[in-house]
C-alpha cells in the first residue's frame, strides 16, 4: 500500500499482495468502492505520524505485508505498526510527536457519547459530519448527517466539525468507517493545534469488554480496538494521542441514564434518519427504546410490531448483539412478554437481579484510563453510578464462556 496527502485529501495504491476485500480490526470484511477521500479543514504541517495514523485508519483493511507514506514516519510509530499488523512501514526518520495536554471528544451525539462529555464538562467536541464523496453516488440520503451536526453545534461545547467523504472507499457493506478508528481521523489531524494527548470515545462496557454488536459475544480484555494494549491502543499513543474511554465500565442503561440526567438531554440523538426526532421505525430506536424505557421504568412506547423484519431477529433464540442489555430490558420493562421481545424474553428468563452488575461500573476499566483523566472518570463513578462487586465483576469476566 502507497499513500499520499495532499492536503487534506488522501490517495491510496494497492499492492500487488492487497486484496479489494479486507478485514476491519473486528474481523469484519469490508470491501473497497474507491481509493481516495477528504478530510477537509485540516492542517498542511501536523506531525507526519498523525498523517500516518489517519492514513492507517483508512487503508487497514487492505493492506497485507507493507505500507510507504509520502512523509517519514518515527522509528516507534513504525513499530507499532509492525508489532499490531505485522506490516512494514515506512520511510522511517525524525522524532515521535510529543503527547498533548488536552482531552477531546469524539462527539457522535448519541447517549453514550453524551455520557462520556458529561464526564468531561470542559473537553473540547470533535464531530465527524459525512459529506458527500465526488465520484460514488450517494443512494444514503436518508443518513442525517446536518442535524446531528447542527445539533452538536447547541451543546454550547467548544466544537469542531470535520467533514469527509472517507466512508465512501466502502462499497461493502455499505458507507462506513473502514476501520471504527477512521470517525478520528479528523481529529488526528488537528491533534496538534488542539494539543491533544487523548481522545475520548463512546465506547461502553460492551464494546469495549463484552465483544458486543458485531463483534464476538466474549469477555474480551484483550480487545484490538480498544484496549490500551491492543493494537490500535498503542498506534494512538506512539502518535501522542491516547485513547480514552470514560463509560467503557459502564453499560449502556447507564449511559442512556446519565445522558438523560445530563444538561445536553435534549440534543441527544442516536438515529440517523429522522429530521425533527429518532424516526422511531429503524432497529437502532428499537433497541435504545428498549433500553430507555428500561431506565425509565415504563412500559415499551413503539410503533413497531413483532411482523416488522427489524423486529424479525428478536423471534428467534438468542445469541443477540447487545444481547446484555436486551436481558437488561426484558427483566425491568412492564409488559414485556406481549409485543416484540415477548419471546427473546421467554427465551433469556433474566431478572433485576440476574442483570444488577449492568447498573455499575467494571473496576478495571477505570485502571486502564490514562492517568492525566483517570481520577476525574474514577471520582465521577464512584459519585453516580457505584463500582461492580467482585461477584459482580465476574458476571462480566465469564460472559459468553
Ligand atoms: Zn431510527
Request: glycine share 10%; net charge neutral; hydrophobic share 40%.
Amino acid at each position: 500500500m502507497r499513500v499520499t496527502w495532499n492536503g487534506g485529501t488522501l490517495t491510496f495504491r494497492l499492492d500487488a499482495e492487497d486484496e479489494i476485500t479486507g478485514q476491519a480490526a473486528d474481523g469484519y470484511p469490508v470491501k473497497l468502492r474507491t481509493n481516495s477521500c477528504t478530510v477537509h479543514g485540516v492542517p498542511a504541517d501536523a506531525h507526519p505520524d498523525l498523517f500516518a495514523v489517519a492514513a492507517w485508519s483508512i487503508v487497514a483493511p487492505w493492506t497485507r505485508r507493507r505500507i510507504v507514506f509520502d512523509r517519514a514516519i518515527s522509528a516507534e510509530l513504525a513499530a507499532a505498526l509492525h508489532e499490531g499488523w505485522g506490516v512494514e512501514a515506512g520511510p522511517v526518520s525524525g522524532t515521535p510527536r510529543r503527547t498533548g495536554s488536552v482531552l477531546a471528544i469524539s462527539y457522535s451525539g448519541g447517549a453514550d457519547s453524551v455520557a462520556a462529555a458529561t464526564i468531561h464538562p470542559d473537553a473540547p467536541f470533535v464531530h465527524f459530519r459525512r459529506v458527500p464523496h465526488p465520484r460514488v453516488p450517494n443512494r444514503w440520503t436518508h443518513y442525517r448527517s446536518d442535524v446531528l451536526a447542527k445539533l452538536a453545534g447547541r451543546t454550547g461545547r467548544e466544537l469542531t466539525v470535520v467533514d469527509s467523504d472517507l466512508e465512501f472507499t466502502l462499497a461493502e457493506p455499505r458507507p462506513g468507517y473502514p476501520e471504527h478508528h477512521a470517525v478520528a481521523a479528523g481529529a488526528l489531524l488537528l491533534a496538534d493545534r488542539m494539543d491533544l494527548g487523548g481522545l475520548a470515545f463512546g465506547y461502553e462496557l460492551g464494546s469495549r469488554w463484552l465483544g458486543g454488536d458485531r463483534y464476538l459475544l466474549r469477555y474480551t480484555p484483550d480487545n484490538p480496538m480498544w484496549a490500551p494494549h491492543g493494537a490500535w491502543g498503542r498506534l494512538f499513543a506512539a502518535a501522542g494521542v491516547h485513547i480514552v474511554l470514560p463509560v467503557g465500565g459502564v453499560s449502556e442503561a447507564v449511559t442512556m441514564r446519565l445522558a438523560l440526567e445530563s444538561p445536553l438531554k435534549d440534543v441527544v440523538r442516536w438515529c440517523l434518519r429522522g429530521v425533527d426526532g429518532p424516526c422511531r421505525t429503524c432497529g437502532k430506536c428499537l433497541y435504545k427504546e428498549l433500553i430507555q424505557a428500561a431506565v425509565e421504568r415504563r412500559p415499551l412506547d413503539t410503533p413497531i410490531t413483532v411482523k416488522r423484519p427489524v423486529a424479525r431477529k428478536w423471534q428467534e433464540p438468542p445469541p443477540y448483539g447487545g444481547q446484555e442489555m436486551i436481558e437488561y430490558g426484558c427483566a425491568r420493562v412492564p409488559g414485556i412478554e406481549e409485543g416484540v421481545f415477548g419471546k427473546a424474553a421467554g427465551h433469556l428468563r433474566a431478572t433485576e437481579e440476574s442483570t444488577a452488575w449492568l447498573d455499575r461500573c467494571y473496576p478495571p476499566a477505570l485502571a486502564e484510563i490514562p492517568s492525566p483523566w483517570r481520577d476525574t472518570v474514577e471520582k465521577f463513578m464512584i459519585d453516580n453510578v457505584g463500582l461492580m462487586t467482585p461477584a459482580q465483576a465476574r458476571r462480566v469476566e465469564e460472559w459468553g464462556a
